[in-house]
Each structure stands twice: as structure tokens, then as C-alpha cells.
């Protein structure tokens, strides 16, 4: 079963210190999401890319966050000089892009913050 | 300003009785509307969805019902099973070329066997 997959699961960080997080959508799915949830949250959007271009941003993904698909394919989220409130699932989702579909989801990177 | 709206954190059902999930939402630009699924230490797993043309959709043991007027939706798993012991997301999408879906805060369903 090729999901939606993750990488790292966990990442433990200070403070201060810049972290990037990973996501492979499945295969041939032109769409794929960024979302953020806290606890006791639902999931809110962060950014979306249509193959490599980025066509929305929510006002959730400050300067210090940047996200990119260089090739269409997989996907890295950064987060510079990270922050407390910055510890959250972040979530990545992926769609075919032939319309209104629904969203596939991976399990997510938890990050804790230091 | 929550557009989603799950106003029931927690709902307990015995095995076998029907669990009706409910969601009600604000904005009127909403079009399309989504349940997932989610385990513990899970990414959300897609049920089932409606569009805003539709006032049901069924799929299995779920249906989704949809009162534009009241902008109101719920999910009805019958028969309910333990497995179905989860966090119910509802989320909803505008019209108007944006994909984002704006979620609830989620209901978490016990089945008791």
C-alpha cells in the first residue's frame, strides 16, 4: 500500500534551531497539502501546491515557514528559528487533482519544541 | 472564528445501535463536505463525502446527510462497531478554486461492545 508517507515521525528540537520535515504523496497525485493540528484541534491548512507551484498560503505559515516541490513529487516543509507554539502534528495530504476529491492523509511528523 | 463547528467532544454508543455525528458551519460559500476518520498516532482516513447539490450520500454502514438551510450535516454509522471507536472529523470546502479544507475540532465516537 503506497499511502501518503512522512518523514522523520518525531523530531525533538530546541529552540532556536531549524527543522525540515518530509513528505512523499501517492503516486500520480498532482495536489498535495501542508496541515498543522494541536492538540484537541482539527487539522488547519497551512499551503498547497498544484505539481511544483505553491497556489495558496494560509496567514498560518509565517516568513519563518517555507515549503517547496521542486519537481512535483515529494515535498519539504521548513520551519527556521522555531518557536514553543511551533510544536504540533504537521500533516500531509495528497489528491489526484481531477477535481473535488478527497484528501488522502500520512500519519504525520510530531514535533516538540524544547 | 470557528467555520466548522463539532459541537459534541465526545459521544458513547453501544454496539450495534446507530452513532449520529453531527457538524454545523457558517460560511455559506462551503460546497463540499468531507467526514475522516482518525486513530490515535494515525493521519485522518477518508469516509465518506457529500456535495452541496446532494442532501445525502451513502456509502455502506455510513450516510451523510446535508440541511443547506439549517447548514447543518451529520454522519449515521448503523450498525455501530467497536472499530468504528475513532475521532470524527468534519471539513468542508468553498467553491471558487480553493482545495483547503477547513476542519471541526472533532468528535471522539466510544463504541462499547
Known amino acids: 500500500d503506497t499511502g501518503v508517507s512522512q518523514d522523520p515521525r518525531h523530531k525533538i528540537t530546541k529552540r532556536g534551531q531549524n527543522v525540515t520535515f518530509r513528505c512523499d504523496p501517492i503516486s500520480e497525485h498532482n495536489r498535495l497539502y501542508w496541515y498543522r493540528q494541536t492538540l484537541g484541534q482539527g487539522p488547519e491548512f497551512l499551503t498547497y501546491?498544484?505539481?511544483?507551484?505553491?497556489?495558496?498560503k494560509s496567514r498560518l505559515l509565517s516568513d519563518r515557514f517555507s515549503a517547496e516541490r521542486p519537481k512535483g513529487s515529494f515535498s519539504t516543509l521548513e520551519i527556521q528559528r522555531t518557536e514553543q507554539g511551533d510544536s504540533a502534528m504537521y500533516l500531509c495530504a495528497s489528491s489526484l487533482g481531477v477535481g473535488r476529491e478527497p484528501q488522502h492523509f500520512g500519519d504525520g511528523t510530531r514535533l516538540s519544541i524544547l | 472564528d470557528q467555520q466548522v463547528k463539532q459541537n459534541s467532544p465526545s459521544l458513547s454508543v453501544q454496539e450495534g445501535r446507530i452513532s449520529i455525528l453531527n457538524c454545523d458551519y457558517t460560511n455559506s460559500m462551503f460546497d463540499y463536505f468531507l467526514w475522516y476518520k482518525k486513530y490515535p498516532a494515525e493521519g485522518p482516513t477518508f469516509l465518506i463525502s457529500?456535495?452541496?447539490?446532494?442532501d445525502k450520500n451513502e456509502d455502506g454502514r455510513f450516510t451523510v446527510f446535508l440541511n443547506k438551510s439549517a447548514k447543518h450535516l451529520s454522519l449515521h454509522i448503523v450498525p455501530s462497531q467497536p472499530g468504528d471507536s475513532a475521532v470524527y472529523f468534519c471539513a468542508a470546502i468553498t467553491g471558487a478554486g480553493s482545495y483547503q479544507l477547513t476542519f471541526g475540532k472533532g468528535t471522539k465516537l466510544s463504541v462499547i461492545p
Open positions: 457529500i456535495s452541496s447539490i446532494k
Open positions: 501546491f498544484q505539481n511544483e507551484a505553491q497556489l495558496e
